[in-house]
Each structure stands twice: as structure tokens, then as C-alpha cells.
């Protein structure tokens, strides 16, 4: 191949499939329900109903209903919703299409995306789409504050965007170029308030290495760099940042690097998986995974990291290959006010992806069935809870037999967490169905948020500018071609017991 994905123009794309697929029910034209042969199905009823300039509605019968596009009517799939060419089938709204009577502020906006609702999996949950084709490709890091919604995703590099919910405005934050006039990549942003941090990263010459925190303030237009370093490339083994918290001035991420920052010169080439912390008003960088006094690692590799009231929470691992002992990885947490550091598990097996709402620490805990279900093989995951107030563990959410997925993210009273139990065998992560649930602690209630057929993963829960809270995620459109789609969906709060 050439390195160049072609594809049809999406005009071309739905004429194909009106041609090659009828279903029964499905209109010829708007409003018109004639019957055939075949089951109606999502594409093919999809394919109808944007050839008389609507969307789709449902199969509800075995009958194709359409409906006028951005309304809030149920339209949940029956069958696979996404092509192998990453498109819907809908063309993408530039801004200088947009009609001025749409009542928006349209200044400065690359897109619009379109006014696009799919009904969640509970009562109460409406989700509404927040990308647009041209920056679906590996569409995979995301964060939401208020009223601002930002993401990685595109081509070509992996440039930061930013959406408004209030306007539907999407507008490029960081166009991910290097340098050297090349495309780098932008990953994993976290955002509070107006500011974003994110992470980037680029290759000045083929054997090294560039990576880098970045900041902007959205209001200001102030940008900031810190931890920036370079790294030769070693067999497999590089520099990278990812899994980015805020908590300003506090900033904490995953960091991997040849010389780790911290450490003594006897580390280099290592590359440790460490939990670092910046102040961003002072510039003091904490290696979290060292021990304060004497530099010594005593916590080992990281995957995941999150803040939340002065506290820094990471999951850390024991023993392992060559060092006599089993494999253990707990949960850990660092005052960053006060430098208290504490060891939040002790269990056997794996703890892993913690996340931090105040009072509550949660993570995807593997306790149950160790040594079978591993962080490379889970199965049977659960979750379970901290209370920083009570010094109390709980598990939270046991499902019994199914794979919850690895990711678990809160904020306020809420964790959403990936989940495989919709599966044809919840117990293997090949499963490729996968949904996004929620959690709200105070009144241990679970909700599902999507029951669409195919996958969805990399949950975040966000606070909205009315008090309220959403959940975020991707839709897997292709996999094939590494195209995810955003969606921001209610969090209807339970009534109290």
C-alpha cells in the first residue's frame, strides 16, 4: 500500500448500498413503507432513509422508520452500525456551509458537528454525536469540562481538537506539527476550567525520540511546555507520556523515558513505567514512584494515573520475572499537599486503572480468579472502592461472569467503566461487544449507557455547566482503519432510597 486510505465519496458510498440491499419496510421514498423480501437491517434501512434526506429511526417490526435527522427519536441499531470506511454516510458540516440563521457563532470553527442523537441503553440516557468524519481516525484520548469537550484525533499526525456543546463548534487546538515541519502526535489531554494539558510527541531523526507536556489556556491563548526530553529508540523501547490528569497547578501522567526524570544516573536505558507530578505554577517535578528520601524505586511500572483532591493515584507493581516473587499490582496514592504516600490495596492478583472522585478511589480489581485472569488475559474483572473518609474498601460492582473491561474513569458521584457482559462470551476480551455502564456511589445504583450492537470503550465521566454530569466515549466505526466515533451521553440521577 501507499500509506493513502482511498475512499468513495460518502454520496457514492450510500448509493451503493441503496442499490445492492433492500429490506422490508424500507420507504422509497419518505414516509412510503413498502415491504420486500429481505430483513430490515441498520445499513440498509440507513441507506434509504439518507437517500430521502432523513436518518434513521429503528427496525422496530421489521419495518425501516425514518425520521428527520437531529431529532431526538430512538434511534438505536439493530444490526452492526458502523462501515468498514469509517463514514455514517452523512457529509460533514464545514463551517462555511453553516446557515446563519442556525442562531451560532460559527467564528473560527473548522466544523460543526452535526446535530446527531442516538437513545442510550437506560431510561433517561439521550447521547448526542461530538466528532465529525474528517477527525474519527484514531480518535482514542478524550477529557470534558463544562461546556468544552477535547480529543485527539485525525490525520494527518494526531492534532487536538476541542468541541463546545453549546455552539457545536469544532476548532483545532494544537495541528500536532513539529519542529522540523513533520506531523507529530497529540494524546491522552485532560482539561479543567480553560486549561488543557495533553501530551505530544514527535521523532526528530529516526533512532530518537521527542515527548513533552503541553498546556493551553483557552481563554488567555497562553501555551506552555514542560518535561520535555528526548529518548533514543531501543530495540522496542521509547519515550512516551500518556494517561494525563488535571488538577491545577497539580499535573500527573505516566512517564516513560531512557533517563527517568528523578532518577540517578544508573537508570538510564531503563525505561520505567513512572507516575510523575508537575506543578505548573512552581515547575517542581515529582517522580511518584521513587521514595522521597532515598530515590530508591519501590513502586514498579504504572498503567494508569488520575488526580483529585491533592491526591495522586496510580496502580503499582511487585515481583514478577526475576525476582522469586509472583506477580502483584496494587493501588497507591500521594498526598501531593502534604507528601503522605499510602498503599490503598492488598490483595492478590491484579489492581489496575485507578481512578480518583473524592472520598472514592476505584479500580478494576482482578482478585477473584488469579492467577487466571491477568492483565494481558482479564476475565471476571470487578470493581472495587476506597473511601479516603472511612479507610473502608468495598467492591462495587460484581457482575459475575463477564469481562468489565479495563478502564474505569469517575467524577462526582459517578465511575463509568467498560463492560463485555452483552457478549457472545463475556469471559474472553476477543469479544468484540463491548459497552459503556455507570456507577453512582452514593446510591450504588448501575445504569447501562449504550446496549449498541459492536464496541465502545475509553469511558470518562465530565461535570456540565448545569450541575450535572455526562458520560463520554468511542464508538469502534472500523477497526480496520483505527476510526472511533465521540459521544457524550446523560447520567439521569437515581432517586435516593
Known sequence: MDGVVRRLPLGLIALAVVSSSSCAGCPESAGNDVAEMVPCTFGSCEAQCRSAALCYGSCSGGTCHCVPCGTDTDARPDADSGREDGTDGAEAEHVDDATADEGRDVAGCEYLVPGETRAGASPGVMCRRLSVDEVEEGLLSLAGFGDRIVFSGGDPGTPLWEVRLSTRCLTLLDDARTPEGNWGVTNDPAIEAAKVAYAAEWRPSSDVKHCEIRMIDLESGERQVFASGESRTLHSQTCWMDYLALEYPWIVWRDVREHPLGAGPETVGLYSWDAVALNAETGEIINLSLEPLTGRRVWGSVVKTDVEGGWAVFDSDWGGDGTGEPLTQEIVAVNLVTRERRQITDAPGLQYFA?????????????????????????????????????????????????????????????????????????????????????????????????WPGYETTPRVYRREDGSYGALFVQEISYHYATYRLWECDLPEPEEP
Do not use: K
Not at 367 to 377: F, T
Not at 409 to 435: F, I, K, V
Open 355 to 451: 481512578t480518583v472522585t473524592m472520598p472514592w478511589i476505584a479500580w478494576t480489581d482482578l482478585r477473584c480468579c488469579w492467577p487466571d485472569c491477568n492483565y494481558m488475559s482479564p476475565c471476571s474483572n470487578d470493581i472495587y472502592g476506597y473511601n479516603l473518609e472511612t479507610g473502608e474498601e468495598h467492591a462495587l460492582v460484581v457482575a459475575g461472569d463477564t469481562m468489565q473491561g479495563d478502564q474505569v474513569d469517575g467524577e462526582g458521584p459517578w465511575l463509568a467503566y467498560e463492560d463485555q457482559r452483552g457478549g457472545d462470551d463475556p469471559t474472553r476480551d476477543r469479544d468484540r461487544e463491548q459497552d459503556i455502564f455507570a456507577f453512582h456511589l452514593p446510591t450504588r445504583t448501575e445504569i447501562r449507557v449504550t446496549d
